[in-house]
C-alpha cells in the first residue's frame, strides 16, 4: 500500500506542512531506534545485574556478626565507603559525620544504612571491627575480609589503598575517601558531599531513596 | 572543661613552659607560644589517634617541632595529611616542623598532626592526657592535652586555650 502516494494524491495544499509531517516522521522513526536500542540493551530477568562500572557483589564479615551478603542489599539504597581503624584524622570524622546523617535522615522518616570496608584486612579483624564500630551510629556496619576479597571489592569500587611505611616500622594508608550512593538497583549514584553541610546532604540521601529503574 | 579552667591551663602551661626548660633552652622557651593541645575520643579498638596544637614563635629565632610524647601512646611521630583528587594521602615528616619567628604553626585535623601510635587504652571525650612536645632548640615542654568529641575540628571548651604572647 503506498500510503504517501494516496496523501499526495488528496492532499490539496502541499508544502510547508507535509515537508513539517516528514521532519516530525522521521523524528519519530529515530525516536523508536533510540528507545528500541536501549530497551534491547536493557537487562531482562530478575537479577539486577551491575549495570554500573563502579562497585560489584562482595560477601564480607559484618561488624554486626556473621557474613554480610550484598545481595540482600538489593532493593535498598545504601552508601560503602573504605577507610581503616588505624587511621587518626579523616575515618573516625566520616564516621562519625556520616552516623549524625544517617540518623537526622532516620528521624525524617528515612533508613539508608552505610557500609564501610576496611582496607586493612590484616590488621582489621572481624573482633576489632566488632569493637571499633560500636562508636558510631548504628547505621553504619563494619565490613572485613580476606586480603584477596578486600582487594576484589577495592577492584571493583576503584577504590585506592597504597601503603606509606612509617618510621617505627608501622605503615598507614592512603585511600579513596568518597562515599558512594548506590540506589536500590545497585547502580551507582555518584558521591555523597559531607563537606556541603546536612542539608544538602540529605537532599541527596532523598533523591537516592526514590531513584532506580523500579522507580 | 569549663571555659573559666582553661585560662588557669594556659597558664599552667606557660609555666611549665618556663620551668620545664631550664638552662640554655630557658630563653627560647620563653618565647613559644602553645594553644591548647587536644586530641579527639578514639572508638574502641582504636590503635592510633592524632595530636594537635598552635605553636607561636614569638622569638628572634627559628625552631623546630621534631616530636613529642603521648603518655596513652607507645610512640609519637609527626605526619602530614593531605586531599588529593579524593585520595587522603599521609606522610612522615622526619624532619618535623618548622616555626619561624613571628609565624604560627597550627597541627590540626586534615594537616598536620601528632600521630599517637600503639595507643594503650581508648581516648574518652573530657578526659586530659599528659605528655611533651619536643623542639630542636627550645627543648621538652610538658604539655596537657585536652580530649575532644570523636569528631571534633577543635578543642572543645571555650576558645580562651590560645594565648598570644607579644
Known amino acids: 500500500m503506498d500510503i504517501p502516494g494516496t496523501i499526495m494524491g488528496t ?12 521532519v516530525i516522521g522521521l523524528f519519530a522513526l529515530a525516536l523508536a531506534g533510540i528507545v528500541g536500542t536501549t530497551v534491547a540493551l536493557l537487562p531482562r530477568g530478575g537479577k539486577p545485574p551491575a549495570v554500573s562500572v563502579v562497585g560489584g557483589p562482595f560477601r564480607l564479615h559484618s561488624s554486626k556478626g556473621g557474613v554480610l551478603d550484598s545481595a540482600t542489599l538489593r532493593g535498598r539504597p545504601h ?8 587511621c587518626p584524622n579523616v575515618c573516625p570524622t566520616t564516621l562519625a559525620d556520616l552516623g549524625n546523617l544517617l540518623d537526622e535522615y532516620g528521624k525524617q522518616g528515612g533508613d539508608i544504612r552505610a557500609y564501610y ?23 553504619l556496619t563494619g565490613l572485613t575480609g580476606t586480603p584477596e576479597e578486600i582487594a576484589e571489592v577495592a577492584r571493583a569500587y576503584r577504590a585506592t589503598a597504597r601503603r606509606v611505611p612509617l618510621p617505627g616500622g608501622d605503615y598507614t594508608l592512603e585511600h579513596t575517601l568518597m562515599v558512594y550512593m548506590f540506589d536500590r538497583d545497585g547502580g ?4 555523597l558531599d559531607l563537606d556541603a553541610g546536612h542539608a544538602l546532604a540529605l537532599k541527596q540521601l532523598r533523591r537516592l531513596a526514590s531513584a532506580g529503574r523500579d522507580s | 572543661m569549663t571555659p573559666r579552667t582553661l585560662p588557669a591551663l594556659a597558664s599552667a602551661v606557660v609555666l611549665a613552659l618556663v620551668l620545664g626548660a631550664a638552662g640554655p633552652a ?19 579498638g582504636a590503635k592510633v589517634a592524632a595530636g594537635y596544637v598552635t605553636i607561636t614563635n614569638a622569638g628572634p629565632t627559628p625552631d623546630r ?13 609527626l605526619h602530614t595529611m593531605s586531599t588529593e583528587g579524593g585520595v587522603m594521602k599521609m606522610a612522615p615528616l622526619p624532619n618535623g616542623v618548622e616555626v619561624r619567628p613571628g609565624e604560627t604553626v597550627t597541627l590540626s585535623p586534615g594537616g598536620n598532626h601528632l600521630m599517637f601510635m600503639d595507643l594503650k587504652a581508648p ?12 623542639f630542636e632548640k627550645a627543648g621538652t615542654i610538658p604539655v596537657e592535652f585536652t580530649v575532644s568529641g570523636i569528631a571534633s575540628k577543635a578543642p572543645e571548651g571555650g576558645h580562651s586555650g590560645h594565648h598570644h604572647g607579644h
Open chain 1, 188 to 191: 551507582f549514584a555518584g558521591p
Open chain 1, 79 to 86: 552508601l560503602v565507603f573504605f577507610g581503616f581503624t588505624q
Open chain 2, 123 to 134: 581516648l574518652k571525650q573530657g578526659e586530659t592526657v599528659k605528655g611533651t612536645l619536643s
Open chain 1, 117 to 139: 570496608i576496611t582496607l586493612d584486612p590484616e590488621r582489621d579483624t572481624p573482633g576489632l571491627m566488632r569493637e571499633y564500630m560500636a562508636a558510631f551510629s548504628d547505621r
Open chain 1, 11 to 22: 492532499e490539496p495544499r502541499p508544502g510547508p506542512k507535509r515537508s513539517g509531517l516528514l
Open chain 2, 65 to 77: 617541632l621534631t616530636g613529642g610524647s603521648f603518655d596513652r601512646a607507645g610512640r609519637v611521630e
Open chain 2, 26 to 44: 630557658l630563653a627560647q622557651a620563653d618565647t613559644l607560644k602553645l594553644g591548647q593541645p587536644w586530641s579527639r575520643a578514639t572508638p574502641g
